[in-house]
Each structure stands twice: as structure tokens, then as C-alpha cells.
């Protein structure tokens, strides 16, 4: 055994098994439909089969995890319904995050996002977009300064994690996309919290009639 891991101060700092394996799911290394063996897992994070069994518990109970169609479980593969109905939830919740951004949100934060928004149209990478996305919805939920909201839309991310692909690999989803960040940023610089909450709805909708069409071409 390493003098690293002789170190209680190296476990304190290491996140936990669960949290490193819903890291895996959320930047698509555990895609839907992946096997989950403990044994493998467990070699993947130095760790004993305990805590990974621990872990996939978990997993299984927060509907990240389900019986695959043999022994055993699999990450979670989206369906139409759940789909739909994950979206519905997004909705209200990023609509009423941004709402209260519009009311909450610092002169700094403002002005971050103002760059962020500006970052992003002098960026054309479709894959770095897509990351720089998350990273916007996540600052504009920060700033609605509300801990409820914050602790329900990250629990909700981690589900967002299960859809593969990205949205921005549709022609034009870009351009489109980086308008209706525009006018959710505005929004909140206007202190306009029922337009900002307009143009966040109205940003994931379109977000799921594009997942939609994704999914039919896979089914």
C-alpha cells in the first residue's frame, strides 16, 4: 500500500465512490446501458468492492442505476417518458432559478455573465461549447442565491448526465443556442424576472424538441 493511502488526510481529500462515479456519468465515461460490475469498478478506483456495492446502492435508488437484462445492474437508459418528464421538470425549476437571478444576482455575477455569453460567441467548437453551457446554466443558478433551487437543479444534472450526444451537433443548434443565452443574460441584466424566466423556458423547450429527435433516430 501506498504512503498516500496510509494518510488519512489523502481519503479526506479524495471524493467519495459515489461521487466519482457520478462524475463518470456526467462526462459520459459511464454511458446508458453500461454494464456495472463491482469488481471492475472497484480496480478503476483503488478501492475495495464494499464501498463500489455502497455506491451502486445508491445509484439503483436514485434512478441512475437499473436491472439490466441480465444479472446485475446498468446506467440508466433514457426513454421517450422519462424524458419528457425530466424536461418538464427542468423547465420549472431553470425557469424559476432565473427568475430569481433576475432579483438575486450580484453586479459581479452579472458581469461574469455577460462573459461568459461573450466567450462563447468567439467560440466555434462544438465540444467545448457544449461544456461551457453547463457551465453558464450552473452560474445562473448560483446566482438565484437560493439553496433549495441550487441542491434540487444539481441533483437534476446528474440525470441530464444520462443523455448521450449533444444538442449542439444539430445544424444550427449553435447560433441558436448562443441567441437564447443572450436574451436569458439580458434578462437578468434588466432585472426583468418574468422575461427571464420566459426566454429560460423557452430555451429548454427547444433543447427538448431537439433530444426528441434525437432519440427517435436511435430508437
Known amino acids: 500500500m501506498s504512503a498516500e493511502a496510509d494518510d488519512p488526510r489523502s481519503a479526506l481529500a479524495r471524493p467519495s465512490p459515489f461521487d466519482q462515479l457520478l462524475a463518470l456519468i456526467e462526462n459520459g465515461e459511464l454511458h446508458p446501458g453500461r454494464r456495472l460490475r ?30 439490466g437484462p441480465r444479472r446485475g445492474l446498468i446506467i440508466t437508459q433514457i426513454s421517450y417518458d422519462r424524458l419528457r418528464q425530466l424536461f418538464e421538470v427542468r423547465e420549472g425549476l431553470e425557469g424559476m432559478a432565473t427568475r430569481l437571478a433576475a432579483s438575486h444576482a450580484s453586479g459581479a455575477e452579472i458581469a461574469l455573465l455577460h462573459d461568459m455569453v461573450a466567450e462563447d460567441r468567439r467560440t466555434t467548437d462544438g465540444t467545448r461549447l457544449a461544456q461551457r453551457n453547463k457551465l453558464l446554466h450552473r452560474q445562473i443558478v448560483q446566482a438565484s442565491h437560493n439553496s433549495y ?48 424566466e420566459r426566454a429560460a423556458r423557452r430555451h429548454i423547450v427547444e433543447g427538448l424538441a431537439i433530444r426528441l429527435r434525437m432519440l427517435a433516430r436511435t430508437a
Open 38 to 67: 463491482e469488481t471492475e469498478l472497484a480496480e478503476r478506483l483503488g478501492i475495495s468492492r464494499t464501498p463500489v456495492r455502497e455506491a451502486l446502492h445508491r445509484l439503483h435508488a436514485m434512478g441512475l442505476a437499473q436491472q
Open 149 to 196: 433551487m441550487i441542491e434540487a437543479l444539481r441533483n437534476l444534472s446528474v440525470h441530464l448526465g444520462l443523455l448521450s450526444g449533444s444538442t449542439y451537433d444539430e445544424p444550427g443548434r449553435l447560433s441558436a443556442a448562443q441567441t437564447e443565452h443572450e436574451e436569458i443574460v439580458e434578462a437578468i441584466a434588466a432585472r426583468d424576472g418574468a422575461r427571464a
